[in-house]
């Protein structure tokens, strides 16, 4: 109590270096608080974006060598060769989620990408090429039922309606029908009729003619969802070439393999081998005894179809956001133990690069500031370096009379702990209201890039409670870390020189 008093009162004589001292603090403070604030605020909004409207909070995938999100393949080069992972057993792995307590919702979903153009539009208009007619966009393949539930009020829809379960068709995304337009008028509707065609390594070429059901907007803008539109599954797994042949495995019998195995492509294909040359007069060909000529096709149709259980992804809601953690270690705990080879992660993977780059945003902010904070101290550690050599005086006296060194470290500890703490709290009150009037007039996003900082159009920031915490646990590192090279002076103050410069 002593101390705190003769902290005070040396505080108290030496006005202008505290207030020096002080405002440095208070300013530095002030500054932390109000752009942490900001920076928590803009993360949870688009936190809560992404978690209500496009990715919930955890996203099982497949495994793969690089980075899965739900716009596809992030990665290098080679990343463009690779397909998205389909999710193996799927079955067992939706039936162990959905058995877990702490799940709420479950949403499949597939990936695809796909160059749409309208189907017949040179009949539409005339006076634009077919050319201002073409574009791509990415797919979302979905279950309606599965969609809707999860993500209930995602988007607005511009023209048309929401896909119906079982039905074939498209939402189109408004920028991907005004492309489709050739401007910014919409000249298309629901009903219309649009092509998509995908190519990869994997399934080939796929075309799928579909109608348009609606056109839609989502409504936390994106650069990337711009470009996305909605599909039905059966469609994308199509165009992907998700079929059940792609998961099952040819066997030849003995008599089949050893006649592909001696047969070339000049053989298959006229070489005199295989195919003879048929005289189509001869025999009284018609369509039936030409399609007997392919042997029984059941076969083959059944494995042309769609696999009704191929998906990407599966999205999962939890019904506490503080059991996420809990819930990635316990699925995949589950895929380690039964050799599936799938993963959990959560949502910043499912975002991709927009939420990353908040994230990163984050972190060069807390780095600057660390930047200012590191050089207020070693400000404010000149400061007291001065205040201290002025009084060299009074500490020899204070030595001489029998203070010991652990006085005289103390005392100057609790100078610098003091002014730290009331400025502190200074800055951080004063933070608060800036941040209050923020709060009411609000800031708005200046382009689609801060859009997706801000996590929407306008930014109202609030006082963050991690802020407040993070400020005083400064404060108190600012005060310690200033104080250490001042005592070290004073404490080499010996009691006779002191005495002899005060004569």
């Given at each position: ?19 020096i ?7 530095g ?53 690779e ?6 057993k ?20 597939a ?5 749409i ?20 966009t990415?797919?979302f ?19 048309g309606?929401f ?5 074939g068709g498209?939402l ?7 492309r ?9 509707s ?5 092509l ?6 994997f399934?080939?070429?796929k ?7 609606g056109?839609?907007?989502?409504k936390?803008e ?15 797994r199509?165009l ?11 066997k030849?019998?003995g ?9 070339g ?8 081998g ?15 005894k ?23 992804f ?5 019904k ?53 904070a ?34 005289v ?28 009037f ?17 996590g ?12 407040v ?9 600012i005060g ?24």
């Open positions: 109590m002593v101390i705190l008093k003769i902290a005070f009162r040396n505080l108290k004589e030496h006005k202008s270096k505290t207030l001292v002080g405002s440095i603090i208070a300013v403070i002030m500054v932390l608080v109000i752009g942490n604030s900001m920076m928590d605020t803009a993360t949870s909004g688009i936190r809560k974006a992404y978690w209500d409207n496009y990715t919930g909070h955890i996203i099982i995938t497949g495994i793969s060598r690089s980075k899965v999100t739900l716009f596809g393949i992030e990665g290098g080069p080679s990343a463009m060769n397909t998205v992972p389909r999710i193996p799927y079955e067992d792995v939706y039936k162990f989620v959905t058995s877990l307590p702490e799940v709420d919702k479950v949403n499949p979903q990936y695809g990408m796909a160059i153009n309208l189907s017949g539009s040179e009949d539409k208009s005339e006076d634009k090429s077919d050319d201002k007619r073409k574009t791509f990415q797919l393949g979905i279950d309606p039922d599965y969609y809707r539930k999860m993500f209930p009020g995602n988007l607005d829809l511009v023209a309606r896909l119906k379960k079982g039905e498209i189109l995304s408004e920028r991907i029908a005004k489709l337009s050739g401007g910014d008028e919409l000249d298309i629901p009903g219309d009729k649009v998509l065609t995908s190519m990869n390594d399934s080939g070429m075309i799928r003619e579909v109608p348009v059901v056109i839609f907007r989502f936390t994106d650069p990337v969802l711009s470009y996305v539109s909605i599909a039905d599954i059966d469609t994308v199509a992907n070439g998700m079929t059940v042949t792609s998961k099952e495995e040819i030849l019998n008599e089949e393999a050893s006649l592909l195995g001696n047969v492509d000049e053989e298959l294909f006229g070489g005199g295989i195919v003879e040359n048929v005289n189509p007069d001869e025999g009284n060909l018609n369509e039936k030409l399609l007997n000529i392919l042997g029984d096709t059941s076969k083959r149709k059944e494995l042309a179809k769609t696999d009704s259980g191929a998906w990407h599966l999205l999962v809601k939890v506490n956001t503080r059991s996420i953690n809990r819930v990635i270690k316990k699925l995949n705990d589950y895929f380690r133990q039964n050799e599936i080879e799938a993963r959990a992660t959560d949502w910043i993977d499912a975002a991709g690069m927009t939420a990353s780059l908040a994230n990163n945003i984050k972190l060069i902010f807390n780095i600057v500031i660390l930047i200012i590191i050089v207020a101290i070693i400000i404010i550690m000149n400061t007291i370096v001065i205040s201290v050599t002025e009084r060299i005086s009074e500490i020899g006296t204070m030595r001489a009379i029998g203070a010991q060194k652990s006085f470290r103390r005392m100057i500890m609790a100078e610098t702990t003091m002014i730290s703490l009331v400025f502190g709290a200074i800055g951080i009150v004063l933070g608060a209201l800036v941040l209050a923020l709060n009411l007039r609000g800031i708005p996003a200046p382009n689609i890039f801060f859009e997706v900082i801000f929407g159009k306008v930014l109202h920031p609030i006082l963050s409670l991690s802020s915490v993070g400020s005083l646990v400064v404060v108190v590192i310690v870390v200033a104080s250490l090279y001042p005592v070290a002076i004073a404490l080499k103050i010996q009691p006779v020189q002191a005495m002899q410069r005060a004569a």
